[in-house]
Nanobody, 115 residues
Framework: QVQLVESGGGLVQPGGSLRLSCAAS????????MTWYRQAPGKQRELVAG???????NYADSVKGRFTISRDNAKNTVNLQMNSLKPEDTAVYYC?????????WGQGTPVTVSS
């Protein structure tokens, strides 16, 4: 059974920073993709950033230049460094792990950007 546990969310002022972390446990195939999604109130879940086991990354246009995704393959963790946060970044952030055609999700961690 694969489990994902996110941490690091909270309340931050506009222009501030937060670092989200996601730890995966269980039997995990080495070739996988770890991705952060977010869902704002009343909106659909959207991709924020993803990273392959080889370190290839992709970002939503709305976060390019502000967010950085990284991972530690030995520890099966993925991080999301979020800088220059804006009110529109407010959402619940979810960690996703995909391998062998299976999808796993964390429970989500809320991020609120407000003064």
């Amino acid at each position: 059974q694969v489990q994902l546990v996110e941490s690091g969310g909270g309340l931050v002022q506009p222009g501030g920073s937060l670092r989200l972390s996601c730890a995966a446990s269980g039997i995990i195939y080495s070739i996988n993709v770890m991705t952060w999604y977010r869902q704002a109130p009343g909106k659909q879940r959207e991709l924020v950033a993803g990273i392959t086991g080889a370190g290839i990354t992709n970002y939503a246009d709305s976060v390019k230049g502000r967010f950085t995704i990284s991972r530690d393959n030995a520890k099966n963790t993925v991080n999301l460094q979020m800088n220059s946060l804006k009110p529109e970044d407010t959402a619940v952030y979810y960690c996703n792990l995909t391998f062998s055609s299976a999808d796993y999700w964390g429970q989500g961690t809320p991020v609120t950007v407000s003064s």
